[in-house]
C-alpha cells in the first residue's frame, strides 16, 4: 500500500492504472476510520482493481466556529486499518495542495443542498462538491462509495455528478451502526460517558418513527411533534432539524409514503450527529395494499 500526498504523483498514478485497463474504485473520507468506512472500502475492494482511499479533512466545508481544528486525526492508525482492509493507495494531500495559492473555483449545486444540513451549515455543500470533484478529477475513478449515513451529502453528490457528466458511477452503502443502534462517526470519540448514552436518542428516534407509521400514523407533523418531545427529555439535547422529506426532493412531507426519509441533526452537548432512515419498507407499503 503507498500513502502518496502529491496531488500529481496521484494523477499519474491514475492515469497508468487506467492506460493499463485497471479499474479504480474510490472511497473519500476525512480519516479516522471506523467500521462504516471499512465498510465502503469492502465494496469498494470487490469493485476495483485499484482500491484508493482519500483521507482528507476539508477545510472548505466546515463553517466558522466548528470543529475543523479538533477534527480527529490518526493517520497511523488509518494506514493500518487501510492496510487490512487491502487499500492499494491513500491518497492524504494537504491543505495547501488542495486550495493552493490563488484558488478561486466552487462547485454549487443548487435545490437540494439547501434545506436540512445546508440550511443550518451554510456553505458546507459548496465544500463538498468542490472537494469531491476535485478528488474525482485526481483520482479517476470508475466507481466511488458514499455512505447512506450521510443521506443529503449522497443526494448532492448524485445530482452533481449527473449534472456535469462526470464519468463515476455513484454507490450508497447501508449505515454501519454500534451494536446498541448509534449510527458510527467519527465524532462520536467527542461525547462523554454520559452524552454517549443520550445519543442513542438519534437511533431510538428512528425506531420510534417507525413504530408510529407501522401503526397507522402517517402524518408527518405528529411523528416530527412526538420525536422532538422524545429527544427534548435528552438534558444535553438540542435539535438542529427533525424532518420527513421526499427522498429524492429533499422537500418537506405531509404525509408518509413510501418515499419518506425521516432525518434527524441533533447536538449532543456541543457534538452535532445525524442519523436517517426511509419509514416504510418494501414489504409495508404490499401490506397496506
Ligand atoms: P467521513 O469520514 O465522516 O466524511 O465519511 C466518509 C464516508 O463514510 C462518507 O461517505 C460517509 O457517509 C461514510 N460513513 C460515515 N459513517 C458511516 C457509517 N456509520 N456507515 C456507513 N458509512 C458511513
Redesign the pocket.
Known amino acids: 500500500m503507498d500513502i502518496i500526498k502529491s496531488v500529481t504523483e496521484m494523477q499519474q498514478r491514475a492515469v497508468s492504472a487506467r492506460t493499463a485497463g485497471q479499474t479504480i474504485s474510490f472511497?473519500?473520507?476525512?480519516?479516522?476510520l471506523?467500521q462504516?468506512?471499512l465498510?465502503?472500502l469492502e465494496e469498494g475492494r470487490r469493485r476495483g482493481d485499484l482500491l484508493v482511499l482519500s483521507i482528507f479533512v476539508n477545510p472548505t466545508q466546515f463553517g466558522p466556529g466548528e470543529d475543523l481544528d479538533v477534527y480527529p486525526r490518526d493517520l497511523e492508525q488509518d494506514s493500518q486499518l487501510a492496510q487490512q482492509a487491502d487499500v492499494d493507495i491513500i491518497f492524504a494531500p494537504d491543505a495547501k495542495d488542495i486550495y493552493p495559492p490563488g484558488y478561486a473555483t466552487y462547485v454549487n449545486v443548487e435545490g437540494i443542498s439547501e434545506p436540512l444540513c445546508g440550511s443550518s451549515r451554510p456553505g458546507h455543500f459548496r465544500g463538498i462538491c468542490t472537494v469531491v470533484s476535485k478528488l474525482f478529477n485526481i483520482i479517476q475513478p470508475q466507481v466511488a462509495?458514499?455512505?447512506?449515513?450521510?443521506f443529503q451529502?449522497?443526494a448532492v453528490i448524485k445530482r452533481m455528478t449527473l449534472d456535469m457528466n462526470l464519468p463515476v458511477e455513484i454507490l450508497g452503502?447501508?449505515?454501519?451502526?454500534e451494536a446498541d443502534g448509534l449510527?458510527?462517526?467519527?465524532r462520536n470519540v467527542y461525547l462523554t460517558q454520559d452524552q454517549r448514552k443520550q445519543a442513542l436518542v438519534l437511533s431510538q428516534s428512528l425506531a420510534t418513527a417507525k413504530e408510529l407509521v407501522g401503526a397507522g400514523e402517517l402524518d408527518c407533523a405528529a411523528i416530527i411533534a412526538q420525536l422532538k418531545k422524545n429527544i427534548a427529555q435528552q438534558p444535553d439535547a438540542r435539535i438542529d432539524y427533525v424532518q420527513i422529506c421526499h427522498q429524492l426532493t429533499l422537500e418537506d412531507q405531509i404525509r408518509v409514503d413510501a418515499d419518506s426519509v425521516l432525518l434527524l441533526a441533533v447536538f449532543i452537548g456541543k457534538t452535532r450527529l445525524i442519523d436517517n432512515s426511509h419509514l416504510v419498507t418494501f414489504c409495508e407499503i404490499t401490506n397496506n395494499d
Open positions: 472511497v473519500p473520507t476525512m480519516g479516522f471506523h462504516g468506512h465498510s465502503l462509495i458514499f455512505g447512506n449515513k450521510d451529502q449522497l452503502l447501508p449505515i454501519f451502526r449510527a458510527m462517526s467519527s
